[in-house]
């Protein structure tokens, strides 16, 4: 599953974006989330970062990487 390409073509299908060059071989990027551990976060962070993590963790990492 390649997310962010996925979200991109809804993006410029419905005219909200549109694509640069190149148009074709898009590179393959890696998209990471990162936290501080320690940093005390609000009701909102700790909601937002609960979310990404049960969403993420749904789908395999081989899903979840370009290429496969």
């Keep these: 599953m390649t997310w962010p390409l996925h979200v991109a073509r809804q993006d410029v299908a419905a005219g909200h974006i549109r694509q640069l060059p190149p148009y074709e ?3 393959e990027v890696s998209i990471y989330l990162i936290s501080n551990p320690a940093r005390r976060y ?3 962070e700790l909601a937002f970062l609960s979310m ?3 969403e993420v963790s749904q789908f ?3 899903e979840r990487t370009y290429g496969e």
């Design 25 to 27: 071989d898009l590179p």
């Design 42 to 44: 609000s009701e909102a």
């Design 52 to 54: 990404i993590e049960t």
């Design 60 to 62: 395999d990492i081989a």
